[in-house]
């Protein structure tokens, strides 16, 4: 019902009521005026009523209003007489009648009109006017992405509230791609090369108010990009933002058609606006093109076809050049952009070439999740007073949960270190409160998470009410139903939905043998009205999507797991793993894969041999894949290395699945073995050196550490000639580089004296163990030099040249690595990225107190540490020899992809030892490519930034030879900044 024609008539009636004399009896009788009225044409009160459906206000027409010549009442005091009573109340009762009737009434006349419409072959109502289009439009916009869906409350599972109340301010950190000269973009650009990190409506206000008209959002699956687009539209809706924008808003993944140009993009662009109301102007989007825009594109990778979205992606730069007042905005998953990505079996650049700022989405710290779990209770759980106590006691566990600074038993500290990539995640997190605040405890990886909680809504949660709200299905027959109805939604190459029809279809085909007389469209009204698993984002085609497309995948993934048993079906899943859609899909088969198939698995991979094709992206992505992996039989996975041979191309294969599953077990029994002088002295030899490479060279038996080395100054493995291995680092290699003279930067004569270099940058393994010592850990470290000490020693050296920066207990901060928790760099083997040169130097101040102690010595000062960060002229001496363009011998040539991680070929970090090909002759890895390494010395005279050297896996292959330098403020903690330490001759 429409309460305004009642609000106004009512209105009249009041003023009527009071003009005149006040209400009595004896005003009943008051002779009433007369009226003159015209023939009104019926005709165009229906034309009124269908043009002016929905409006907020009645524009009055002249032509068609009546015309009244009303007689003034004979003391003159006003226009209209006084009421009595009797009138007054037939008034009212006129009014609520009229409320009552006039939204039927109006809808039935609208209906008729449309219909006659069609009949005379007219397609469409009459269209609004354009103001009034854009009106409507954004109260469309405020509609649909007003509210959010926060998942938990008992009776109403994805319960909408105000997306203001529920939003959590995420931390975006970018990159500046563009050549914005203004002020504010200089200052863009600065505050992105020390790493400042913004919100996202100052990033907005940012970007948006100097040139730049291009704004790029990546995130993993779950970090909250569409919400993230929810909250900005409506801070421009609300005008918010710093300049005054119109908003428009596009879901790529609900597209059939996917726009391959310009024009075909605006006229999507009016076409997803006219799926939600009919009658919007043609001309509208192109109106609002003509002003200042923000146009949000959500989902990139949402567009399955890669060359679809490659087409896209050059449609967007033609848009950008022609609508000079369209600020764009698109997000996408990490896995769905970039250079040469792979759908099924096409390969194509997935990049807009746009000047540009491409910014990340961070995972949630602790105070955001803090944040996150008071919104949720304080939304969805504190309305139930009963339980108060409970709750209240069950947040404080999960907060404990949550917190990094509360110490817990090793168990527990490996299961949140697993699990703490996934907290970082607004969706997942939100899955973990909804089943610890239900069931009152954690979950060890993503795959039980996921299963929980499809449990919980799909069957669990409608018994809550002492089973009044039976489920259509128990949960084991949803499995059954919707895991091979996911698959084939998966493999489907156009788009992520699906028609009511086929759905339809699937459904009956799988819900048959289970003898249910629930129908396919009820329990798939089910899936969209109670458990919210699925949405119909387009009703007039009724076509159906997950909600979420992550379960899509998990269950995807489920059916994957159950099919892989047939040589069919593992052939065909051999093309998945090279296939940038079926990551996700993939990381989940792994996290849920149990000992059995994943033998059949591994066997099938060494004898398909599709690995061979791999390039290093692929390669990098599997391995990374199997960090989830759970259920293993070390022996069949040892018994292969040995069989295949330590050295060979599948040797080197197990050797990365191995490192990938980090299992403390399996690195046990190739010690065993070891020890029984079971394998030959060359595949010994080179077992033992990777196990001291990667970090275990604990578990090597003791005859094995002393006929590798022998111990020096009761710290150092060392061996004779040019090789020594540091103890504290987890026997870290350090190759000798002998000294010389050579024209550094090609001009001036350098000399350098003999150098100990790390093999490898430093590793995020090796630098979590100092994080740990620096919060308390490791016992044994402990004794030889308390926290306590080293602390006071570390601040007294930092103050030397930090000056007035602030330093807190435990050393600079923050020292842990920026992303610790982003699954793109922090594998173990991964060099550590997201540090400062502070948080390196105190890296280095750790290993000379420590060198000291084992020298009986008194722990050295900053100006002589053993342990530092090279000078410039020292890294290029270790980097080319004096003579090299790049680090790997001449006959080389230039960097290909075998020699070097440059250019976003991957984006990410690879595996320090990833490139052996493009090592130094004496054995350096990494010294081009994959991380910029931060300097000992400043960049210049003004000692305001610190110099890099190297490249870095982002940057092209110009920036890998050994004489390119650059420099960044010493408080960046950029994801491709990371460093190597030298220690100086052992003999001086």
């Not at 791609?177 to 940012?206: A, F, V």
Request: aromatic share 10%; net charge negative; proline share 4%.
């Amino acid at each position: 019902m429409n309460y305004r024609y009642f609000g106004v008539f009512f209105l009249l009636v009041l003023t009527a009521s009071f003009s005149g004399q006040s209400l009595s009896p004896d005003s009943a009788a008051t002779k009433k005026p007369t009226y003159q009225t015209t023939d009104v044409d019926s005709s165009s009160i229906v034309n009124e009523i269908v043009e002016n459906a929905n409006d907020s206000s009645r524009e009055a027409s002249s032509s068609s209003s009546p015309v009244t010549d009303r007689a003034a009442p004979p003391d003159g005091t006003g226009v209209w007489p006084s009421l009595g009573w009797a009138e007054f109340y037939m008034a009212l009762i006129t009014a609520l009648t009229m409320a009552i009737l006039i939204t039927p009434v109006r809808t039935w006349i609208a209906e008729k009109v449309k219909q006659q419409m069609e009949v005379s072959g007219r397609s469409r109502l009459k269209p609004v006017s354009l103001r009034k289009s854009k009106r409507e439009y954004r109260k469309l916009l405020q509609n649909r992405l007003g509210k959010i869906g926060l998942m938990g409350h008992r009776d109403q599972i994805n319960r909408q509230v105000e997306l203001e109340r529920a939003f959590i301010n995420l931390r975006l950190s970018y990159e500046v791609h563009s050549t914005d000269e203004t002020s504010l973009g200089k200052e863009l650009r600065r505050d992105s090369l020390i790493g400042e990190e913004q919100d996202p409506l100052s990033l907005i206000n940012k970007v948006f108010d100097g040139q730049n008209r291009m704004l790029l959002i990546k995130g993993h699956p779950g970090s909250g990009k569409s919400t993230l687009m929810k909250f900005i539209v409506m801070q421009v809706l609300y005008r918010r933002t710093r300049r005054r924008y119109q908003p428009i808003f596009m879901r790529l993944r609900e597209l059939e058609d996917i726009p391959a140009d310009a024009n075909a993009l605006i006229a999507a662009l009016q076409a997803w606006a006219n799926a939600a109301r009919a009658d919007f102007h043609p001309d509208l989007i192109q109106s609002l093109l003509r002003d200042s825009c923000i146009i949000v594109f959500d989902g990139l990778d949402e567009i399955p076809d890669v060359n679809q979205r490659a087409a896209f992606c050059q449609a967007l730069a033609a848009f950008h050049d022609g609508y000079p007042l369209a600020c764009l905005i698109v997000t996408t998953r990490y896995e769905g952009y970039g250079k040469n990505r792979t759908v099924d079996g096409v390969e194509a650049d997935i990049r807009i070439d746009l000047p540009k700022v491409e910014a990340d989405i961070q995972s949630l710290n602790y105070a955001q999740q803090k944040e996150f779990l008071d919104t949720w209770y304080n939304i969805l759980v504190r309305a139930d007073l009963a339980e108060v106590t409970e709750i209240e006691e069950r947040k404080k566990q999960l907060l404990n949960y949550l917190n990094p600074d509360i110490q817990y038993d090793e168990q527990t500290i490996v299961q949140r270190r697993q699990m703490s990539t996934l907290l970082g995640s607004p969706l997942l997190l939100n899955i973990l409160i909804l089943l610890w605040h239900n069931q009152g405890y954690s979950f060890p990886n993503r795959g039980e998470m996921y299963s929980s909680f499809l449990s919980y809504i799909l069957y669990n949660r409608e018994l809550v009410k002492g089973g009044q709200l039976r489920p259509p299905l128990t949960f084991q027959d949803s499995c059954r139903v919707l895991e091979p109805l996911a698959l084939d939604m998966q493999k489907n190459e156009k788009q992520d939905f699906a028609t009511a029809q086929w759905i339809y279809g699937r459904l009956g085909e799988y819900m048959q043998p289970l003898r249910n007389q629930v129908t396919p469209a009820v329990y798939c009204r089910f899936l969209v009205e109670r458990a919210h698993l699925l949405e119909c984002p387009d009703e007039a085609r009724l076509t159906y999507m997950f909600r979420h497309r992550t379960f899509m995948e998990y269950l995807a993934a489920r059916e994957l797991i159950r099919l892989c048993r047939s040589e069919a079906d593992r052939m065909r899943m051999m093309t998945y793993l090279a296939d940038d859609r079926w990551e996700t899909v993939l990381r989940f088969f792994f996290s849920q894969i149990e000992d059995q198939p994943f033998r059949e698995f591994l066997d099938y991979l060494l004898q398909d041999g599709c690995w061979k094709a791999w390039d290093k992206r692929q390669l990098q992505i599997f391995f990374g894949m199997l960090e989830e992996v759970r259920f293993v039989d070390g022996e069949h996975l040892v018994s292969k290395l040995i069989t295949v041979g330590t050295e060979s191309a599948q040797g080197a294969l197990l050797r990365g699945i191995m490192q990938a599953l980090n299992r403390k077990q399996d690195f046990e029994l190739l010690s065993h073995l070891l020890a029984e002088d079971a394998l030959s002295a060359d595949e010994s030899v080179s077992l033992a050196n990777w196990m001291l490479d990667i970090g275990h060279g604990r578990l090597l038996p003791e005859a094995w550490r002393q006929r590798f080395a022998v111990v020096q100054n009761g710290l150092e493995v060392a061996a004779s000639g040019r090789v020594f291995r540091n103890i504290i680092e987890d026997f870290a290699e350090y190759i000798l580089i002998p000294g010389g003279t050579y024209r550094y930067q090609g001009s001036v004569e350098k000399t350098i004296p003999d150098l100990w270099f790390a093999k490898y940058p430093v590793t995020n393994r090796r630098y979590r163990k100092f994080i740990e010592y620096m919060q308390g850990g490791l016992v044994e470290l402990q004794e030889i030099l308390p926290i306590s000490v080293f602390v006071a020693h570390l601040q007294n050296q930092i103050a030397l040249f930090v000056g007035e920066r602030a330093v807190e207990t435990g050393g600079i901060t923050p020292l842990p690595g920026k992303y610790d928790d982003d699954q793109r760099f922090n594998s173990e083997q991964q060099p550590v990225v997201g540090v400062d040169w502070f948080a390196a130097t105190a890296y280095c101040i750790w290993l000379s107190a420590f060198d000291a102690v084992g020298n009986g010595v008194d722990l050295p000062p900053v100006n002589n540490m053993p342990y530092r960060l090279p000078e410039e002229e020292e890294w290029e001496w270790g980097s080319s020899g004096g003579t090299r363009q790049y680090p790997w011998a001449a006959e080389l040539g230039p960097p290909t992809d075998q020699l070097a991680n440059y250019g976003e070929m991957i984006d990410a970090t690879t595996s320090v030892d990833s490139y052996p090909q493009g090592a130094t002759p004496e054995g350096l890895m990494d010294m081009a490519g994959n991380v910029w390494e931060w300097q000992g010395n400043w960049f210049d005279r003004e000692k305001s930034s610190r110099s890099l050297r190297g490249g870095s896996w982002m940057y092209s292959s110009g920036n890998l030879r050994c004489s390119v330098r650059i420099d960044r403020h010493p408080g960046l903690r950029g994801h491709d900044l990371g460093f190597r330490v030298l220690r100086r001759s052992i003999t001086t």
